[in-house]
């Protein structure tokens, strides 16, 4: 099994900075892409930001140049720099990573979840 621990959560005031990350552990062949999403009260998950196995990103227009995603593939880790933070961007944020797993014989990608990590931007 695959699992993605995520820690960096927290309270901060507006135009402050946090920094989230992901460790993905278990039986793991490679993985080809880490992401975040988030998800405010009453409203659906979105995507935050994106990474591939090559570096390639891809980000939410709304936290275009204040959120910077990076990756460390030998630890399996993505990390989400958060900086000039707003009220808005209060949400639980999820990690998501597309892994290729040993199944059986066979190698597949499959896609897992974190648990959710809660952001609070607030005065």
């Known amino acids: 099994q695959v699992q993605l621990v995520e820690s960096g959560g927290g309270l901060v005031q507006p135009g402050g900075s946090l920094r989230l990350s992901c460790a993905a552990s278990?039986?793991?062949?490679?993985?080809?892409?880490m992401g975040w999403y988030r998800q405010a009260p009453g409203k659906q998950r979105e995507l935050v930001a994106a990474?591939?196995?090559?570096?390639?990103?891809n980000y939410a227009d709304s936290v275009k140049g204040r959120f910077t995603i990076s990756g460390d593939n030998a630890k399996n880790t993505v990390y989400l720099r958060m900086d000039s933070l707003k009220p808005e961007d209060t949400a639980v944020y999820y990690c998501?990573?597309?892994?290729?797993?040993?199944?059986?014989?066979?190698?597949?990608?499959?896609?897992?979840w974190g648990q959710g990590t809660q952001v609070t931007v607030s005065s």
């Open positions: 278990g039986r793991i062949f490679s993985i080809n892409g």
């Open positions: 998501n990573a597309a892994v290729l797993e040993f199944r059986g014989s066979e190698i597949q990608e499959y896609e897992h």
């Open positions: 990474i591939t196995n090559w570096g390639s990103t």
